[in-house]
């Protein structure tokens, strides 16, 4: 079975920075993108960065600068560097991974999600 897991995150000043990351696991044949999503309270989940497989990535334009998507093919894993944080910057933060697992088909994962508050 193909889970995502997060880890890190956390209670942080604003102004600083916090890392999470994302493990894949299971019988996985391929990875093609990985990305984070957010979902502050009360608001609808939003992509934040994406990667392919290549190493292309995209940003929300909002968070360009501040936050670095980076990926470890060989492990399965993604990271997000968050530098610079606001207060806006809270909530849930959710791996999400297009995954070909080896029983199975191409399809959508998601990781549990990783608490990061921002204190202001």
């Known amino acids: 079975q193909v889970q995502l897991v997060e880890s890190g995150g956390g209670l942080v000043q604003a102004g600083g920075s916090l890392s999470v990351s994302c493990v894949a696991s299971g019988r996985i044949v391929s990875i093609i993108t990985m990305a984070w999503y957010r979902q502050a309270p009360g608001k609808q989940r939003e992509l934040v960065a994406r990667i392919t497989s290549a190493g292309s990535t995209n940003y929300v334009d909002s968070l360009k600068g501040r936050f670095t998507i980076s990926r470890d093919s060989a492990k399965n894993t993604v990271y997000l560097q968050m530098n610079d944080l606001l207060p806006e910057d809270t909530a849930v933060y959710y791996c999400?991974?297009?995954?070909?697992?080896?029983?199975?088909?191409?399809?959508?994962?998601w990781g549990q999600g990783v608490q990061v508050t921002v204190s202001s």
């Open positions: 999400n991974a297009d995954i070909l697992p080896e029983l199975g088909y191409w399809r959508d994962y």
